[in-house]
């Protein structure tokens, strides 16, 4: 039995930022303990030159977002980078996983060689779908739900590995 692109895309990314969410609710439920503020919150970060917990979030979502689009060969939906709350945060999780999940198997199967073109700030990167999936959007995707998850760890939530694998 085959994997396929739609498979090994769609649902992967709704469970991981679905899990993300729920890491999130854990962090502001130790955070709000702590009295620590949302807009100190989401600009944690483990070390002065990374990117802070919002965008950790942003570009999580941004990358179940384009992914999608992009295997379906539709335009990305743009999304705002304007979150400065955590009830903002979780909207921006819910609206990309509607948006994802609006997405049918019947777009994306079949985008194993489908050409992806990237503008991006390092230069343009040309791939196949199967490539863009596999080598692009899941590592970066699955890179900044880990970043989201030590943030917290380092905080000293109580989270473990089932709380960012989720469910089985």
Do not use: W
């Not at 303990?33 to 570009?59: E, H, N, S, Y």
């Amino acid at each position: 039995m085959s994997l396929s692109m739609y498979q090994a895309s769609v649902p992967v990314f709704v469970r991981a930022l679905g899990n993300l969410r729920q890491v999130l609710q854990k962090g502001e439920a130790h955070a709000k303990a702590k009295g620590v503020t949302d807009a100190v919150l989401l600009q944690t970060r483990l070390v002065p030159d990374m990117l802070p917990l919002v965008k950790q979030v942003q570009i999580a979502c941004d990358m179940a977002c384009r992914g999608s689009a992009r295997l379906a060969g539709a335009e990305p939906k743009s999304f705002e980078d304007n979150e400065a709350t955590m009830a903002e945060l979780y909207d921006r999780i819910d609206r990309a996983v509607a948006y994802v999940q609006s997405f049918k198997a019947e777009q994306i199967d079949g985008s194993e060689s489908r050409a992806i073109h990237l503008k991006m700030r390092s230069g343009e990167l040309d791939l196949q779908g199967q490539s863009y999936l596999l080598q692009f959007i899941l590592p970066n995707l699955f890179f900044h739900c880990t970043t989201a998850y030590n943030l917290f760890r380092g905080m000293g939530v109580e989270i473990g590995k089932n709380d960012f694998i989720g469910d089985i």
